[in-house]
């Protein structure tokens, strides 16, 4: 055969149904020894390997997976919750959110919260989380880089200190030499942070860094008014995120200037708004939608072990795309 035999081929070779052929490979005791027989005869002939985690994913409680995030309103879990919809989509699971902002009038965790409804894995996409304890039947992946990521577990995220370098490298490239970065809290920005200050330091700029509060478009837009009043001479902004990078687009034009004309912007997630065609923004694609889709299949893999193994770590490589805000400087 030219693909792999599927448990269907098996049930048609043995000219039996698909659920005879699951019980059989589960050793179900309600199957009798002649239809065994033929099964796995069948299987043997076609070289059938039943597929361990789909076996345990079949008897699992819910065949729910809960995936925690820090706030519903942040684009960049639109991509990651995509590829983790996809990855799940093949084993018949589905998912169920909690957002760590929603309920934080209550007393209560999202995580113990999911944990109680007996979900079949959880996928951690939110911080905050610094003495979680993880029951040893719950497999957890955390998704994101975060600052706070307890031990012993998975981790797939983006490379956020490459993302720095790549925006560091292009506005370098492009001749800027009076640089702001504009960023926030959060775990992924404090690595690219790290990143872009150190490309910049070796490029032999002087980093200009503004950091007050969450990664919003108003911090964004704060930052970037005050990076303006204290250096005139500012050339171009990298925003944390692309929803940064809107405020700082709305307080360049504020100030008179033009963009890319007079202050280049770019920013970092390629979220859906980035490609609008009122924005066009330059940016780094940290690849969230993989990112979320590795995270899903991990998890998948610690549901069907017998064992846990150790905890792998991976992370995803981003790149850059180049739009409309960013370009050579010009003397102002």
Same mark, same amino acid.
């Given at each position: 055969?030219? @693909?792999?035999? #599927?448990?269907?081929?098996?049930?048609?070779?043995?000219?039996? =149904?698909? =659920?005879?052929?699951?019980?059989?490979?589960?050793?179900?005791?309600?199957?009798?020894?002649?239809?065994?027989?033929?099964?796995?005869?069948?299987?043997?002939? +076609?070289?059938?390997?039943?597929?361990?985690?789909?076996?345990?994913?079949?008897?699992?409680?819910?065949?729910?997976?809960?995936?925690?995030?820090?706030?519903?309103?942040?684009?960049?879990?639109?991509?990651?919750?995509? /590829?983790?919809?996809?990855?799940?989509?093949? &084993?018949?699971?589905?998912? #169920?959110?909690?957002?760590?902002?929603?309920?934080?009038?209550?007393?209560?965790?999202?995580?113990?919260?999911?944990?109680?409804?007996?979900?079949? /894995? $959880?996928? +951690?996409?939110?911080?905050?989380?610094?003495?979680?304890?993880?029951?040893?039947?719950?497999?957890?992946?955390? *998704? !994101?880089?975060?600052?706070?990521?307890?031990? /012993?577990?998975?981790?797939?995220?983006?490379?956020? %200190?490459?993302?720095?370098?790549?925006?560091?490298?292009?506005?370098?490239?492009? /001749? &800027?030499?009076?640089?702001? &970065?504009? #960023?926030?809290?959060?775990?992924?920005?404090?690595?690219?942070?790290? %990143?872009?200050?150190?490309?910049? $330091?070796?490029?032999?700029?002087?980093?200009? $860094?503004?950091?007050? !509060?969450?990664? =919003?478009?108003?911090? !964004?837009?704060?930052?970037?008014?005050?990076?303006?009043?204290? &250096?005139?001479?500012?050339?171009?902004?990298?925003?944390?995120?692309?929803?940064?990078?809107?405020?700082?687009?709305?307080?360049?034009?504020? %100030?008179?200037?033009?963009?890319?004309?007079?202050?280049?912007?770019?920013?970092?997630?390629?979220?859906?708004?980035? *490609?609008?065609?009122?924005? @066009?923004?330059?940016? $780094?694609?940290?690849?969230?939608?993989?990112?979320?889709?590795?995270?899903?299949?991990?998890?998948?893999?610690?549901? !069907? %072990?017998?064992?846990?193994?150790?905890?792998?770590?991976?992370?995803?490589?981003? =790149? +850059?795309?180049?739009?409309?805000?960013?370009?050579?400087?010009?003397?102002?």
């Amino acid at each position: 055969m030219s @693909r792999p035999p #599927t448990i269907i081929d098996v049930a048609t070779r043995a000219g039996v =149904s698909k =659920s005879l052929v699951s019980m059989v490979m589960r050793d179900d005791p309600g199957v009798s020894d002649t239809r065994r027989a033929a099964v796995l005869a069948a299987a043997a002939e +076609l070289g059938y390997r039943p597929n361990r985690a789909a076996a345990i994913l079949a008897g699992t409680r819910t065949r729910t997976i809960g995936v925690v995030v820090d706030d519903f309103r942040n684009p960049w879990y639109v991509p990651m919750l995509d /590829g983790i919809r996809d990855a799940l989509s093949p &084993h018949g699971l589905r998912l #169920t959110l909690a957002d760590t902002r929603a309920n934080a009038h209550l007393d209560s965790s999202p995580f113990d919260d999911l944990v109680s409804l007996r979900v079949d /894995g $959880v996928v +951690l996409a939110a911080e905050g989380f610094p003495d979680l304890v993880v029951p040893a039947d719950t497999p957890v992946v955390i *998704a !994101g880089a975060r600052a706070d990521v307890p031990g /012993g577990l998975d981790v797939v995220a983006s490379d956020e %200190a490459a993302g720095g370098r790549l925006a560091a490298d292009h506005l370098v490239g492009l /001749g &800027h030499r009076r640089i702001a &970065h504009v #960023t926030g809290s959060g775990g992924p920005a404090a690595v690219r942070r790290e %990143a872009t200050v150190a490309r910049m $330091v070796a490029s032999g700029i002087e980093p200009l $860094v503004y950091s007050d !509060g969450p990664t =919003s478009e108003q911090t !964004g837009y704060r930052g970037t008014v005050r990076a303006l009043e204290d &250096h005139p001479d500012l050339t171009a902004v990298f925003a944390a995120n692309d929803v940064m990078a809107m405020g700082a687009i709305a307080a360049v034009h504020e %100030a008179g200037l033009r963009v890319p004309q007079d202050v280049s912007v770019m920013g970092n997630d390629e979220t859906p708004l980035a *490609a609008s065609p009122l924005l @066009r923004l330059t940016t $780094v694609d940290p690849h969230n939608d993989e990112v979320g889709r590795l995270a899903a299949d991990r998890l998948v893999e610690l549901i !069907g %072990a017998a064992e846990r193994p150790e905890p792998t770590r991976v992370l995803v490589p981003p =790149s +850059l795309v180049v739009r409309s805000t960013t370009a050579p400087p010009r003397a102002r």
